[in-house]
């Protein structure tokens, strides 16, 4: 996936569809959801109507984060642990969602970690950042596709991705053709995330040609989004749809509450995104969130 100046299109703030085709009965699921974008995302599905499952590593501020939104009169929303970056957690979560639920219908992919300040750039963490940013999202969505209700032709995965893992901001001419690819596979994704963790391991990382800021959490993105475009690839036409949402420079505990917007405006767009028209849903998609929307081709 790709975000230059050349493939920009013009994309207002979607609006809600007239004729909603959601209720109660849509069942969506964000992870990473006690607090920021995702907590914010969990409010505006569940004051639009759907049932939401909120997950979060921490059982405590989990079940705090139901009880806010109890408490503004939201009930058709549910709590279960889930560590993404674990995947017996991933495992006891969908068994749990398999046996309450049964279907899917949205999959928000917001769980994410980053060590750095804005303006720090270590990769001490770089194992557990892309453990977490990219195997966990992909792990997750790979469990619960069999649960997404596809014969509707309404199902969705969202993955909240970011600039920063945008193809402008590789360097290094070899790894951007393979992921430039029309036979972009996985086994290409994971060879080269497996190739910066080696170049983190051995100390050459700086002169590989990686992204320079957030680096870590830059390559996890920029490996995110190459996996998204694998699989919407991989369904077109197959009842599901694939998009990546970059929020932007959203005040949340990530950037220390720096911004420029809050994560309930991000989640206000992340939503209507999220609940496209059926007919006007696209796939491989990426947008991007700032002063104004951005849309183009993965």
Not at 84 to 106: C, K, Q, Y
Not at 185 to 199: D, G, P, R, T, W
Not at 285 to 292: I, N, P
Request: proline share 4%.
């Amino acid at each position: 996936m790709e975000y230059s100046k050349e493939h920009e299109a013009p994309f207002s703030s979607p609006s809600l569809p007239s004729n909603k085709w959601w209720s109660k009965d849509t069942v969506a699921i964000v992870t990473g959801a006690n607090k920021g974008i995702g907590f914010a995302m969990v409010k505006r599905l569940a004051q639009l109507g759907l049932t939401v499952i909120l997950t979060a590593r921490d059982i405590e501020k989990g079940h705090k984060a139901i009880e806010e939104l109890r408490n503004q009169g939201l009930d058709d929303v549910h709590f279960f642990r889930l560590d993404v970056s674990e995947p017996a957690s991933i495992n006891t979560f969908v068994s749990w969602f398999a046996r309450i639920f049964g279907a899917l219908d949205i999959l928000v992919n917001n769980a994410a970690v980053s060590f750095n300040e804005i303006d720090e750039n270590s990769v001490e963490h770089a194992e557990t950042v892309i453990k977490t940013n990219f195997y966990g999202a992909k792990l997750l969505t790979e469990a619960l596709l069999p649960m997404f209700r596809l014969s509707h032709s309404k199902s969705r995965i969202l993955n909240i991705s970011s600039r920063l893992g945008s193809l402008n901001k590789l360097k290094n001419p070899n790894i951007k053709n393979i992921l430039q690819s029309e036979n972009l596979s996985e086994k290409h994704i994971e060879a080269m995330v497996s190739l910066f963790l080696q170049n983190v391991k051995n100390g050459t990382w700086e002169r590989q040609g990686w992204p320079e800021l957030w680096t870590d959490y830059a390559v996890s993105k920029l490996a995110l989004n190459a996996y998204t475009r694998v699989l919407a690839k991989r369904y077109m036409g197959r009842g599901i749809s694939l998009n990546c949402f970059c929020p932007g420079f959203t005040q949340t505990s990530m950037t220390r509450g720096k911004g420029t917007h809050t994560a309930d405006d991000a989640a206000d767009i992340g939503a209507r995104l999220a609940l496209l028209p059926p007919e006007e849903l696209p796939s491989g998609r990426f947008y991007l969130s700032g002063t104004s929307i951005v849309n183009s081709k993965l």
